[in-house]
């Protein structure tokens, strides 16, 4: 993570408020490119489908009601060839770089070329695994959108999902004896799970 201003001023400020503990890897101050007045680039790069960076930026972002960003989202980034084409469009159109890559070779690509560029950059997920790693001991596993695991329980809840909306609106009643549960209610009030 990089500040655009005294690195130590931006930390002291942040952690007062709880936000932030201290982040020794800043040391630098960075002079913050150009932006528009009432817009600045936001690019959030993600090795999975970026839903985690998006609600976090989107929710730092709302914070600044006079500024509108401009997001760049890139999406399953995964390898050299990938992060080329992100690192030109971050060159093109500077600005907040925030990211869940988990492959380390990414990762010091993308935070040298910041660095060379003189944009803030944050790994989102970075701060939270190292506390979980304090805290429990060990090492996170990196997997790629491992939230997003396709188990038993998923498939479970898509069948009961398909299910429902088979035998809506009385259609196949023959299959009904199978169901769980039976929702019987007047027209118009939302009954169908959609």
Known sequence: MFCPRSPAACLHRASRR????????????????????NYFHLHLISDSTGETLLTVARAAAAQYTSVVPVEHMHPLVRSNKQLDRVLTEIEATPGIVLYTLL????????????????????????????????????????????????NTEYFKRIDALNFTMLHDDGQHVEGMEQAEVVLVGVSRTSKTPT
């Open 103 to 150: 492959e380390e070779t990414l990762v010091e690509r993308l935070e040298k070329a910041c660095r060379e560029l003189g944009l803030p950059y944050l790994s989102i997920l970075g701060p939270v695994l190292n506390l979980f790693q304090s805290y429990l001991g060990g090492h996170s596993e990196h997997r790629v959108g491992a939230q997003h695991v396709l």
């Open 18 to 37: 709880g936000l932030l503990p201290s982040v020794p890897q800043i040391d630098q101050l960075l002079s913050m490119p150009k932006r528009g007045p």
